[in-house]
């Protein structure tokens, strides 16, 4: 069966800060990726999101970057963390698209509490 | 543009009360997706439904019912005979047919906290 990993659970770090979460998921092949950041309060925002090694695509614009190096891991970074980066961050995954699209659910992990103080 | 809204922020309820949780949304595509997701206090989405446009049937799962209405753009989730293990937020989310390779980006309404009361 498939699972996604997702750590670390809870991260307090200072502003200017650097930044690194990571996610893997098993049981599955070429999966589609994704980062979702879920401010308090408010809805989940998707972030980035990965169909294969190395494409990434940015859906808003932000101090943060996402990498992919291997077909399983996806990787959510900065240089420089921001106060307004706080928030809940949220991995997921979905089977590939195969031809005509289902739009099939997303499988999400378990999320990384950022506080940035 | 692609919308959900879930105007209820919070609601509150005593255990085995029925309640419905309320979603609208905006599409301009005619071939869509709606999902509802579950997060309990741990933090992790949990899947619940997935509906296709095409499919106005409306959905029961156990305790669980999803009332779709095009004519309205809605897409309604009621907890029958609620418990406290169903306190959580509750999100309702949309997301567009992708042709020609792409990925499932699912657009999230804010989300409604239910809190079931003993």
Known sequence: ?117 | AQKVTQAQTEISVVEKEDVTLDCVYETRDTTYYLFWYKQPPSGELVFLIRRNSFDEQNEISGRYSWNFQKSTSSFNFTITASQVVDSAVYFCALSEAQYGGATNKLIFGTGTLLAVQP
């Open chain 1, 1 to 117: 069966s498939q699972t996604i990993h997702q750590w670390p659970a809870t991260l307090v770090q200072p502003v200017g800060s650097p930044l690194s979460l990571e996610c893997t998921v098993e049981g599955t092949s070429n999966p589609n990726l994704y980062w979702y950041r879920q401010a308090a309060g408010r809805g989940l925002q998707l972030l980035f999101y990965s169909v294969g090694i190395g494409q990434i695509s940015s859906e808003v614009p932000q101090n943060l970057s996402a990498s992919r190096p291997q077909d399983r891991q996806f990787i959510l970074s900065s240089k420089k963390l921001l106060l307004s980066d706080s928030g809940f961050y949220l991995c997921a995954w979905s089977v590939p698209y195969g031809g005509f699209s289902t739009n099939e659910k997303l499988f999400f992990g378990s999320g990384t509490q950022l506080s940035v103080l």
